[in-house]
């Protein structure tokens, strides 16, 4: 009965504190869905004379009802049902088609009385509806930086790794004295860049934490997000979740990964390439380090990591050949 | 056969005919005026488009198309390319590749848009295809150098490795050196997103030297700019060059080396690469800029001063690609320099700043649509954004075919009445009576989606993010926009009522998107078993969503119209609603 509807209605009036001037009037057509079946008479009449002005504007553009095939698929909440739903579909048929009025109670009699007779499903559909409610709140009323978002400015993948590339290059060389491997001269032209105009300060932790993986075996890769995870622990966990409950669709090799990548035991073992090109065992150092300086991991067979530094030598680099 | 009246014309005038129409749509037309006109047109089909993989069968568009010689197909979602649609999920090339492989054995192209492709698919075009020219991967990812090392060594008649934004494993330098000696054909080479780090431009020299056809060559940020002169002089009939990193120790010997080489070739229309620019050595480019059309310098981080310069030698410019480095005065003075410009693309230097780091704001854009009578196609990122200033911008620029507009925050509003983005938006679509493609930013109610279902009745393809209030303002797009083929929804408050409306809409759509909105399990269940001709697919990461209760709202949800059925290659996060509602779910 209401329950569910005064959940969402109560959810969406938090929502008036962020777009003032439009909440009340729009949400105002909403909250009548959450009257009961006595109430909903009289909350329509009230209410609506609010939200007509709003509807009448709306009503004008709105384009007609297409009639056929929708009949089947009512409009209403609870769509599980035979019967029922064609009726109650009709009348709401012909209130979208009429003006686009925003839904009352009216509409939904069968709906709601389904909802009353079954205590249970509807506790858990308020849960249910809570969460969408609540996602939808959460968006609104915390302000998102976009930062925090996944996907979010649309920039594609391939230019943000280019613009990480060319940050992590600008950053990176500036603590990097004593590595001496490359061209000098390589080092000092990226040192004179940073003098060249502002740098891209795109933040290190902020998007671009998915790096690749790749298993023996298997040839195409997956990908991680490190900034989800806060430990070598948790992203192992996700590694070990991600190739060892899905057969890969293409590839039908099982693999057996029964214990921790990490600790050695497995027959599989975690290794990462830095920005330096070299390859390393994941776990040699602090876990910040490892995000800001890994460039994509492999999943090797214990047998093939030969010549990499063990786990307790966390001082010594030693080279080992690329894939 | 068919018996030939006087009133009907033999198959072959009526095929050589048909060979003047191109365009997809007007094949298709002609396949549909009669079953003769259908018989001889498949015979004679060479191309084909398949604007999403999962919408037909290989077996099914051979067994139709029996002769083509060329066929793009696209993979993902869209939204696949800002990491919304999670790894493993589908795309793959394989299976075509080797249904053609069988049937198709002439095929010449193959162009390919977010898909997984591997070094198998790779090795077994290069050995089934014999005629094989031209290969284009667009965002697609799966292989390594390995499988473009076969297509280079095997392909005797390729004109044509495009390589666009790729996630290429380079496991070694020496592509180039897989071309053999005697390989001659190469037109247009992009291995601007290889990232090896070796790059034998001895080999790189010869084959440019040798292959005399070449007219686009686009290199990877390992070609370092004292090479680039010596690769220019060897060809300087390019028309499309791509340079790499664009920076170098200031030798007077090395800049005059570059300038000269830039100056020999007469034919240079097109630029970009430009990675790690010296702005020292930009001036080498002026000798083409008078030509250019098209330049490309978002990867350039390069201030405004110099972009300022750079552009004011460019007055035949028609595409221009910009950090928004380049600020509203720079954009001024495209305005006024660039009478051409069709297409402005902006991309943000620091998209997660919390401040601006430059000036480029709405002002930028205004003065881009009022001092550019052709602009066409804009994609902008800025940080502000006013009802006035797009109503200014609609009102200059009605020839729109496709606006993208960026705010960077989500749901920004307008900077000078606070009010929604409503109105602004509203005008682009009212005004801009062409537009095809559109993407929506900044605070924005049901009113826009009123907007848009009203006015863009020419409206294709629509991505909206963090906007209106209800599902009315999913219904007025899908119950309005009647040419809508692709639908991209995120973090919206759009739930089942529309969607549920508005069903049979989707089968006249190409497909539809919509993640973290309010769209319940219950609601995909139905649209499955009642629309037999949709692949209604649930994605969701956090589990099977029959584990939660059905009014629960699914994580991501793409439906597209299909006539292949389900697919078969799912991986364990995504469920295809099934048409039988017996069945269970997978």
Redesign the interface.
């Given at each position: 009965m209401g329950p569910i509807i005064i959940t969402f209605s109560t959810i969406f009036s938090k929502l008036p504190s962020l777009i003032p001037s439009f909440c009340p009037l729009v949400y105002g057509g909403l909250v009548l869905l959450g009257g009961g079946n006595g109430d909903a008479s009289s909350g329509v009449s009230t209410d609506e004379s609010a939200v007509l002005p709003k509807v009448e504007v709306v009503s004008e553009a709105c384009s007609s009802y297409p009639a056929e095939s929708e009949l089947e698929l009512g409009l209403g909440l609870s769509l599980g049902g035979g019967g029922g739903a064609t009726g109650k579909t009709k009348a709401a048929n012909s209130s979208w088609g009429e003006c686009g009025r925003i839904l009352t109670a009216k509409d939904f009699p069968s709906v709601v009385s389904q909802r009353t007779n079954n205590g249970g499903p509807s506790s858990v559909a308020v849960s249910g509806t809570k969460r969408a409610a609540e996602s939808v709140s959460h968006e609104s009323c915390s302000p998102t930086g976009a930062s925090q978002v996944v996907g979010w400015p649309p920039i594609r993948a391939y230019r943000m790794n280019s613009l990480v590339n060319q940050a992590k290059a600008q950053r990176g060389d500036e603590g990097d004295n004593g590595i001496v491997e490359k061209d000098k001269p390589k080092d000092a032209l990226k040192k004179r860049l940073n003098c060249n105009g502002k740098q891209t300060t795109v933040n290190e932790k902020g998007h671009l934490g998915f790096v690749k993986v790749n298993i023996d075996g298997i040839p195409i890769g997956r990908k991680v997000d490190l900034n989800a995870h806060s430990s070598y622990e948790s992203m192992a966990q996700a590694l070990e979740d991600m190739f060892l409950r899905s057969p890969n669709s293409v590839e039908n090799e099982p693999l057996t990964m029964a214990s921790k990548l990490l600790d050695g035991s497995s027959e599989f073992v975690l290794t990462y390439e830095d920005k330096e090109g070299d390859w390393m065992l994941v776990g040699d150092v602090p876990w910040r380090m490892f995000v800001s300086s890994v460039r994509r991991l492999r999943i090797m067979r214990t047998s093939e990591a030969n010549g990499l530094a063990p786990i307790n030598e966390s001082n010594e680099r030693q080279r080992s050949k690329p894939i | 056969m068919h018996k030939k009246t006087a009133f009907s014309f033999p198959d072959e005038v009526l095929e050589h005919v048909f060979s003047f129409i191109q365009s997809d749509k007007d094949r298709n037309s002609v396949s549909m005026v009669c079953k003769s006109w259908y018989e001889i047109e498949r015979w004679c089909r060479r191309k084909v488009f398949v604007g999403n993989c999962y919408a037909v069968s290989p077996r099914m568009v051979i067994k139709r198309f029996p002769e083509i010689r060329s066929i793009e197909l696209k993979g993902k979602p869209h939204?696949a390319?800002?990491?919304?649609v999670p790894?493993?999920w589908?795309g793959?090339v394989?299976p075509w590749i080797v249904e053609m492989a069988g049937a198709v054995p002439w095929l010449e192209e193959i162009k390919l848009k977010r898909m997984?492709v591997?070094?198998?698919s790779l090795e077994l075009i290069a050995k089934s295809f014999k005629n094989f020219k031209a290969l284009v991967l667009s965002?697609c990812e799966?292989f390594s150098t390995d499988g473009l090392a076969a297509i280079a060594a095997s392909c005797k008649n390729l004109k044509e490795l495009d390589l666009r934004?790729c996630?290429v494993?380079d496991?070694s330098g020496h592509l180039l050196s897989h071309f053999p000696d005697t390989y001659t054909s190469l037109v247009s080479l992009n291995i601007s997103?290889l990232g090896s780090?070796e790059v034998s431009f001895s080999t790189l020299e010869r084959l440019v030297c040798r292959c005399t056809n070449l007219r686009t060559l686009r290199l990877n940020r390992a070609v370092p700019l004292d090479k680039i002169a010596n690769i220019l002089r060897r060809a300087p009939q390019l028309v499309d060059f791509g340079t790499g990193t664009y920076?170098?120790?200031l030798r007077p010997d090395s800049y005059s080396d570059l300038a000269g080489a830039f100056s020999s070739c007469k034919e240079l229309r097109s630029l970009s690469g430009f990675?790690?620019?010296?702005?020292d050595y930009l001036p080498a480019i002026y000798p083409v800029c008078s030509k250019l059309t098209s330049l490309n310098l978002?990867?350039a981080?390069?201030?405004s001063p110099e972009l300022i310069k750079l552009v004011s030698h460019c007055p035949n410019l028609q595409r221009l690609l910009v950090l928004d480095?380049i600020e509203d005065s720079g954009l001024e003075v495209l305005a006024s320099s660039c009478k051409n410009l069709q297409e402005l693309r902006v991309?943000?230097?620091?998209?997660?700043?919390?401040e601006p780091?430059v000036s480029l704001t709405e002002q930028g854009l205004v003065a881009v649509s009022s001092g550019c009578p052709k602009l066409q196609s804009v994609l902008y990122?800025c940080r502000r954004m006013s009802n006035e200033a797009l109503v200014t911008v609609a009102k200059n620029c009605p020839n729109f075919t496709r606006f993208r507009l960026?705010i960077?925050?989500?749901?920004t509003a307008d900077y000078q009445t606070l009010?929604?983005l409503d109105v602004g938006f509203g005008a682009i679509v009212q005004y801009c009576k062409d537009l095809q493609r559109l993407?929506l930013s900044g605070?924005l109610?049901?009113?826009v989606f009123?907007?848009i279902?009203?006015y863009a009745k020419k409206l294709e393809m629509l991505?909206v993010?963090?906007a209106g209030?209800?599902d009315?303002g999913l219904?007025?797009v899908l119950?309005?926009c009647e040419s809508l083929r692709k639908l991209e929804i995120?973090?919206c408050?759009f739930?089942?009522?529309a969607l549920?409306?508005?069903?049979?809409?989707l089968e006249t759509m190409r497909s539809l998107w919509m993640s973290?909105c309010?769209v319940?399990f219950?609601?995909c269940k139905?649209?499955g078993q009642?629309m037999p001709r949709l692949n209604v697919e649930v994605i969701d990461e956090r589990g099977p969503p029959d584990s939660?209760?059905?009014?629960?709202?699914v994580d991501k949800l793409y439906i597209y119209r299909t006539v292949a059925g389900s697919r078969f290659?799912?991986?364990?996060f995504v469920w295809t609603m099934e048409d039988d509602p017996s069945l269970q779910l997978s």
């Open positions: - | 939204f390319d800002f990491n919304l790894d493993g589908g793959y394989f997984v591997t070094d198998e965002s799966g934004d996630d494993d496991l997103c780090d920076a170098a120790d990675w790690d620019v010296v702005p978002s990867y981080t390069i201030q480095y991309f943000p230097s620091d998209p997660f700043g919390v780091n990122f960026c960077i925050e989500p749901r009010e929604p993407s605070l109610t049901d009113r009123e907007y279902g009203t991505s993010a963090f209030d209800s009315l219904h007025h119950s309005g995120r973090d408050p739930g089942d009522k549920l409306a508005n069903a049979a809409k973290s309010a319940s219950r609601a139905l649209l009642k939660r209760p059905e009014s629960c709202p290659d799912m991986p364990p």
